[in-house]
Nanobody, 123 residues
Framework: QVQLVESGGGLVQAGGSLRLSCTIS???????????MEWFRQTSGKQRTFVAR???????DYADFVQGRFTISRDNAKNTVFLQMKDLKSEDTAVYYC??????????????WGQGTQVTVSS
């Protein structure tokens, strides 16, 4: 009912920028169940870590390590959520995942994950 596809990852030098995209495929009913869109990241052998979120009312929140370098936004007309990353560091190297928290009439529904996109920052 709801599918997420990330894109925009790649190899970039330290100090560079990338913009990740998360395209949402869903029916109108499915789109209406999405409450919060988030970005997470994961490195090999470690747990998935929260990066940023944007809620239905466009409120945003970021992990402390972002330190003003990342910006989450969305284009509702294109059903796409973005993560603009600048001043990238080698420690930002990870697979980045898009995540949708879903709710309808106050009841939580199963959340949805994308397949991930690799970001590699070379020092």
């Amino acid at each position: 009912q709801v599918q997420l596809v990330e894109s925009g990852g790649g190899l970039v030098q330290a100090g560079g920028s990338l913009r990740l995209s998360c395209t949402i495929s869903a029916s109108m009913r499915g789109l209406n169940t999405i409450d919060v869109m988030e970005w997470f990241r994961q490195t090999s052998g470690k747990q998935r870590t929260f990066v940023a979120r944007i809620s239905r009312d466009d409120a945003t929140d970021y992990a402390d390590f972002v330190q003003g370098r990342f910006t989450i936004s969305r284009d509702n007309a294109k059903n796409t959520v973005f993560l603009q990353m600048k001043d990238l560091k080698s420690e930002d190297t990870a697979v980045y995942y898009c995540h949708a928290k879903r709710k309808i009439d106050g009841i939580l529904m199963p959340d949805v994950w994308g397949q991930g996109t690799q970001v590699t920052v070379s020092s």
